[in-house]
């Protein structure tokens, strides 16, 4: 590959249409955060001057804390671990509304270890900046210096901040020999053309220069991205930018590097291969895991059980190659989601198994710009099988995913596999609406005396069942009954829980089940011997998002989804049944609701169902779910009405 002279940066200036934002300009304000950012500036460097290269990226920020709330927020701040990166060097200061300069000393940074009682992960660190003396006015000044001994990957950076931004700069210094390509994300109607300056770069022999370029991107008055309960990923709304290296040649070598999507493949092969080279105690394993086994998917599902049950994983986020062997994941029984993955890679390799290694970027980090082969793009590792069914995918590093399902984050999404099909794009599959089910029952007695008693079981499948195993595996069991009595007792009154039990959300080999029994603790019986029941014992199914806000962004769900409930209700034989709610039904083109109530010879049978089609829903679309929504919480407030009569 040929370079012309004193072009070493190829721009892909792609617009883009934006998200809903807009380029408003405006002087500068105060946000809700009680803060706003003076400047924040990123600068690139490429070295060569030592036999290891590297990137070094030097990020400033001034921030203006106004008010109590911001010294509150600001006043310590992290500076987070980014895998395949060591931090070098960090500085700063505090300028105070007078004037008066306080630098940064080594007692206001805080280095702390993120797995200290793991000796082989002493490497990932974190740092916080204790900034002394803040008050309302102050400005805080920090720089952060990190090294990259990969020139393959540089991370995206925002222009954009939660905070108003009144000057945000970007500044690459190229040198001869390397070409990166520049792609806009979200610029609305922004001019991205960079400002291009001939430089000098010293070299190791100060009598020795070499021609280089610098280029800057500089933006003024930019808003801030306000945050919205469910809004699309920050890659899809915030303005920003992402660089990757195309090609270089500097003797002896002379690569194309990110040209194509194959080339993005066939690299990150390379570097996951130095990951599985020591594998033979992953090779020992392997074998005593699935001895005996010989159908090809009762293989995988052994080892995947048995990584996802003896393998914890650590919440390291990147595809960037490690620095440990899967033996050295084995071994230790911990890493990251993509350690785990290329340890599930190389073990079922070793049972005969052909798998490969998928970059994925998740549903909540953002939509792949395929015009634009960078590794960058992707957060996440998942692992495909092609030769099991119609393919299977599978991801053991997700704790309380139940085989074979995906997570939901990673469903429905592009796939760049490793070393298969030549670097050609897959689609993960997609569980539909009525495989993510719960399905609630629920058997209710209405005794002679006015006391109400029941049996309530609760089964949950695919995404839900994951989802709700994610969210019980905070608390323990007596909180979870508390949780539930304390919903039952919000439609019936005085009612207590017994005979709880609920799956362990570590057990997998079990579905995800609530059962419980509850009885009130006294009649329900009026002065009118009238019993009210709300039948609504599942209240805590639906909540309304969309009442009384506005709504900037798109609306995402986690993933499409059906409820059923069937209550049967038993009610004595001297019984007027004085009111029952009306049947409900409900049609949309994004969703349905009904509800169903029949006499039974034994009292009374309730029955609903809601099905939630989609799981994306535009600006315009919030009126409608405000209505749907509103109809069905409407609906848990009816009641039945019987009266006993003595």
Known sequence: MEINKMKYLRFLFILLIPLTIQNKLFSMQISSEGATILKKERKITIHTETAVFFIKTK?????????????????????????????????????????????????????????????????????????????????????????????????????????????????????????????????????????????????????????????????????????????????????????TLTYYKFDPYD????????????????????????????????????RGIKDKEEKVRAIFSYIESNIKLLPVIGIRPS???VNDILETKLGDNQEINLLFVS??????????????STRDYGLIYPQFPSPDQFNRVITFIPDIKDGLWLDPSEKFSRYPFLPYNCQDVFALPIGYKNGKFLKTPLTGMRQNLINHSAEITVTDDGFVKGKVKSVFYAQNELKFRK?????????????????????????????????????????????YSFETKKSLLNDENNVEINPAVFVYNFHNYFSDKKRT????????????????????????????????????????????????????SYQEKLILKQDKFEVEEYKLLENFSNQILNTKKDKIIIKIKK
């Open 323 to 325: 620095p440990l062997y």
């Open 471 to 515: 969210l019980i595996s905070k608390t323990n069991i007596d909180e979870r009954k508390n949780y539930y009595e304390k919903l039952l007792q919000t439609v019936i009154p005085e009612a207590s829980i017994t005979d709880f039990d609920i799956t362990s959300p570590e057990d997998l080999s079990k579905s995800m089940e609530i059962n």
């Open 59 to 243: 990020d400033t920020k001034s921030i203006n804390v106004l008010t109590s709330e911001g010294v509150k927020k600001y006043a310590n701040i992290k500076v987070p671990y980014k895998k395949g990166t060591t931090i070098r060097n960090i500085e700063g200061k505090v300028i105070k509304p007078d004037g008066t300069i306080i630098p940064l000393s080594p007692e206001n940074i805080e280095e702390k270890m993120i797995f200290p009682q793991y000796f082989k992960r002493n490497y990932i660190k974190e740092n916080i900046i204790h900034f002394p003396g803040v008050e309302p006015g102050c400005i805080l000044e920090y720089t952060v210096e990190r090294i990259s001994e990969s020139l393959y990957f540089i991370d995206p950076f925002y222009f954009q901040d939660e905070l108003y931004v009144n000057e945000a700069e970007l500044i690459f210094d190229l040198k001869m020999g390397f070409e990166y390509a520049f792609f806009p994300l979200n610029q609305g109607s922004r001019d991205f053309t960079a400002e291009k300056a001939k430089w000098e770069l010293k070299a190791a022999l100060k009598d020795l220069t070499v021609d280089a370029e610098r280029y800057k991107w500089k933006f003024n008055n930019i808003e801030p991205l306000e945050a919205e309960i469910n809004m699309p990923p920050k890659r899809e709304l915030s303005f920003g930018c992402l660089l």
């Open 347 to 360: 073990m079922l390799k070793e049972a005969g198994i052909k798998a490969y290694p998928c970059l994925i």
């Open 255 to 290: 690569y194309a590097i990110n040209e194509k999507w194959k080339n993005v493949s066939d690299n990150m092969k390379k570097l996951y291969n130095y990951q599985l080279k020591k594998n033979d105690k992953v090779k020992k394993t392997a074998k005593e895991i699935t």
């Open 553 to 604: 962004y798109p609306f995402f769900l986690d993933f499409k989804k059906t409820e059923m409930v069937l209550i049967n209700i038993k009610i004595p034989a001297n019984t007027e049944i004085v009111s029952i709610p009306k049947s409900t039904v409900n049609r949309q083109y994004f969703g349905e609701f009904f509800r169903v109530i029949n006499r039974t010879s034994a009292g009374l």
